[in-house]
């Protein structure tokens, strides 16, 4: 699903984001990414979904090299993954409904498809009944959820997430989390950036620890690992 081999990226002024990475991430699986800040973790994040570039290395995304790819072929790659920001990105200026169904305007899906589709993603993240609100009217929970079902309305084959509780108390954490985790066993596999502590000792799922732009650990059911 994901393969890196030797990747590095270094940026113009010289810094040292990754050096050297190479990870299987294969269907299905559910990955925490974790380390210091400044560790590199955002980096390899935006690399899978193609907004930073390695310098070297390879880099197989759903199959295709990342780093060979031409700027139009970008938003054919970015069609199979969904991203989940900390920050949720919402259009403000669109109700929550509006904001799920751009995803699939964008890719000129069928008004009949785009109603279905919405709707079930809607009741997934449990948010059928805000349908007609504005982010302005949500709260940060909701508008995460909002942000997520708009990341699957076009069923990704991955979803990326970089850091989607960072702005969230602990209850509404928890509430993220299990979309996630509902969203994984149906076979979407998920990579996630966090510092949640909490959440990672608590899933148990893969955790790579990134530190100093090497991978420091690889575990299977993993654990956060520091103390922030």
């Known amino acids: 699903m994901i393969h890196l081999s030797g ?3 270094v940026y113009d002024n010289g810094c040292v984001a990754l050096s050297d990475i190479t990870i299987d991430i294969p269907k299905g699986d559910f990955l925490f990414v974790v380390g210091p800040s400044g560790a ?4 390899f994040i935006k690399m ?4 930073e570039l390695p310098t070297k290395g390879k880099l197989i995304v759903n199959g295709r090299n990342v780093g060979e790819l031409q700027p139009s072929e970008v938003p ?3 069609r199979n993954l969904g ?15 509006e904001n799920v169904a751009f995803a699939m305007q964008v890719i000129e899906s069928s008004h009949r498809d785009i109603k279905k589709r919405v709707t079930h993603v809607l009741d997934l993240v449990g948010l059928r009944h805000k349908s007609g609100s504005c982010p302005s009217e949500l709260s940060g929970g909701e508008q995460q959820r909002v942000a997520i079902a708009r990341a ?8 990326i997430a970089d850091e989607p509780t960072g702005n969230l108390d602990p209850e509404t954490s928890w509430e993220i989390m299990k979309i996630f985790a509902r969203i994984n066993k149906g076979g979407t596999t998920i990579v996630m950036a966090t510092h949640d ?3 990672v000792d608590a899933m148990k799922k893969r955790v790579i620890a990134i530190e100093k732009g090497k991978i420091a650990r690889d575990e299977v059911k993993g654990v956060y690992g520091y103390e922030d």
């Open 48 to 51: 899978i979904f193609r907004e």
């Open 152 to 159: 699957i309305v076009n069923n990704p084959v991955v979803v």
């Open 40 to 43: 590199g973790k955002s980096t």
């Open 7 to 9: 990747v590095s990226k």
């Open 76 to 78: 054919y790659l970015r």
């Open 83 to 97: 991203i989940v920001f900390q920050d949720y990105r919402l259009l403000p200026n669109k109700t929550v409904y």
């Open 197 to 199: 502590k909490t959440v």
